[in-house]
């Protein structure tokens, strides 16, 4: 089966998108990226356990003391409070273990036990994780995410670029989610073993994440090309009532439908709106941009970090790329320079380069000469496509410029001349270009939630209804309150790139703490009494385009107020 065949009843246009989705669930996650399906596949009912059996105990002893003096086993109960969470690692700072400062403690947990010393040592890393499938513990939800596939960002991203081999941040066992690893997706597509110490391509990781829902059966609950509208708090108080539409291209807004729900789950990430040019570059995004322009004049590339490397990277080797980008070590480092000559050497030929040209800058006008910026041995560890690169003559890299014109009266539509000033009042230089990208950065956003719901997560918005709307957010904006807790606001749970932690390998322990809190309040399949506004008995009844009644889990209300089942 195509890996994106089994998602045609919830992303195609067919009339079926409304029908299929229930009036009403327990949880809603905004979002389908990996956190998301993370926390799916602990919502259908797969339960962790501390394993200290199968692969002996966790080489920290003094965490598998702590874990194992524990009543229960299940993450779940080890994880039930933030207090909880703090006892389990208050001791990682001066641990003999090397465990990353730089996630929240909760994601370094649940990354230490899945990786036990994955940065540190080499062969098949060990989990010290079992997951137990219990259907009694499965709670109803949904996944409503606007890309067209499965996988958030990484779905859209591998199509952004024109090389489709660029490579990873993440080595592969970092990049797997539970049930189904990469490893196993690699093997059946390439009919041999993962080799160790692999950075896949984005586009194998875009392929993984696509059919990760059905290899571990959350297919059900997964709803891509779909647009979360608005979201605010039921009347009753009990719950939220979620506005939804299709996505058609680039059409938002097709046929409305409203899901209540009981628990809401912000899964949007950080990276879902790219910063936008200024107006005074607006009229370069018109530029039809070729991969192999006729005219031979560069593109130009605006910024300093991984997605400004990742288009110089994939840009045909003959084609000239004009780098302009922001040059402060001492105060704003480019992310590129803890990237390793060995583990990732494109983007640190390409930090190199950068770094050379911070060191000159043309006069008069007249483009500077590379030089050898790149040594040899750094350009055999790169990519073909890469190393195939002329960089004295196709590369020109410009720090701490600014564009102040840009020509738009040219008789050619491929090509538009702009004006740029040197920094420290180094006078003034044109360049020809063909095209623009522009790459300083992307963001999140909450829009989607009502002006007391964003009031109530990010503490400074006025809960009026002139309220402007929210600006874009980052790792940053969120970090310091889920620091505390990833439970926002009552049963409002943010998990993945939201928190802070936009790695996926740290994505997990915010999930497990979710879905314990979401399971601890769930009411059992046999509970009564239980209402969400606008819940009618149509909800009780739906059944997945696979055959699968999605009634049994956790959750599900009639208009009675009773549970069916």
């Not at 910024?303 to 780098?323: C, E």
């Not at 006069?363 to 990519?383: E, H």
Request: hydrophobic share 35%; with cysteine.
């Amino acid at each position: 089966m195509a890996p994106c065949a089994i998602y045609d009843a919830h992303t195609s246009g067919s009339t079926n998108w409304r029908t299929g989705i229930p009036e009403s669930v327990d949880t809603v996650v905004v979002g389908n990226g990996p956190s998301a399906l993370i926390l799916s596949y602990l919502l259908h009912g797969h339960v962790p356990f501390y394993d200290h059996t199968t692969n002996g105990p966790h080489p920290d002893p003094i965490l598998h003391a702590k874990l194992s003096s524990l009543p229960s086993g299940s993450l779940y109960s080890a994880l039930a409070s933030p207090s909880a969470i703090c006892n389990l690692t208050e001791h990682f700072q001066g641990s003999r273990i090397s465990y990353s400062t730089q996630a929240l403690p909760i994601n370094v947990l649940l990354d230490t036990l899945l990786r036990p010393n994955a940065d540190t040592t080499s062969g098949e890393v060990l989990s010290r994780i079992r997951w137990s499938h219990e259907p009694d513990k499965a709670v109803s939800h949904t996944v409503f995410g606007c890309t067209r596939r499965p996988g958030g960002q990484w779905s859209e991203r591998s199509k952004l670029l024109s090389s489709s081999g660029i490579e990873t941040l993440s080595y592969a066992e970092m990049l797997s989610l539970p049930g189904s690893t990469f490893a196993d997706y690699y093997k059946e597509k390439h009919a041999q073993t993962l080799p160790e110490f692999t950075r896949p391509s984005q586009k194998d990781v875009s392929e993984y994440l696509t059919a990760y829902p059905a290899r571990v059966g959350i297919e059900d609950s997964v709803y891509s090309s779909t647009n979360v509208d608005h979201v605010e708090r039921s009347s009753s108080s009990l719950g939220f009532s979620v506005d939804i539409s299709r996505v058609q291209g680039n059409c938002r807004g097709r046929n409305p439908h409203r899901i209540h729900c009981r628990h809401l789950v912000l899964a949007s990430g950080v990276f879902s709106h790219t910063i936008p040019p200024p107006p005074l570059l607006l009229p370069l995004t018109s530029l039809p941009n070729p991969p192999h322009p006729t005219n031979n004049h560069p593109l130009l590339v605006i910024g300093s970090g991984f997605s400004a490397a990742d288009i110089i990277i994939s840009t045909p080797p003959n084609r000239k790329v004009l780098h302009l980008f922001l040059w402060a070590p001492d105060t704003h480092p480019s992310p590129l320079r803890g990237c390793h000559q060995q583990a990732y050497p494109e983007y640190a030929a390409i930090y190199r380069q950068m770094k050379s040209a911070s060191s000159q800058l043309p006069t008069k006008g007249v483009p500077r000469k590379m030089g050898a910026a790149i040594s040899p041995i750094l350009i055999r560890r790169c990519s073909s496509n890469f190393a195939e690169r002329d960089w004295n003559n196709n590369y020109e890299g410009l720090p701490n410029v600014q564009v102040v014109a840009v020509d738009v009266s040219s008789d050619s539509k491929e090509e538009m001349v702009i004006t740029i000033q040197l920094p420290d009042n180094g006078g003034l230089v044109q360049r020809r270009v063909s095209g623009l990208e522009y790459l300083v950065g992307r963001r999140g956003s909450l829009n989607y939630l009502s002006d007391s719901l964003k009031a109530a997560i990010l503490n400074n918005i006025s809960a009026t209804a002139n309220c402007e709307p929210t600006p874009l957010i980052s790792t940053e904006t969120l970090r310091s309150k889920a620091a505390l807790s990833p439970e926002l606001a009552p049963n409002i749970f943010a998990t993945g790139s939201l928190t802070g932690d936009s790695l996926v390998r740290f994505a997990f322990g915010g999930c497990v703490y979710t879905a314990g809190k979401i399971l601890a309040t769930a009411p059992p399949a046999a509970a009564s009494n239980m209402q969400i506004d606008g819940c009618n008995d149509e909800a009780s009844k739906t059944t997945t385009s696979n055959g699968r009644d999605r009634s049994a889990k956790r959750g599900r209300w009639d208009n009675t107020g009773n549970n069916p089942n």
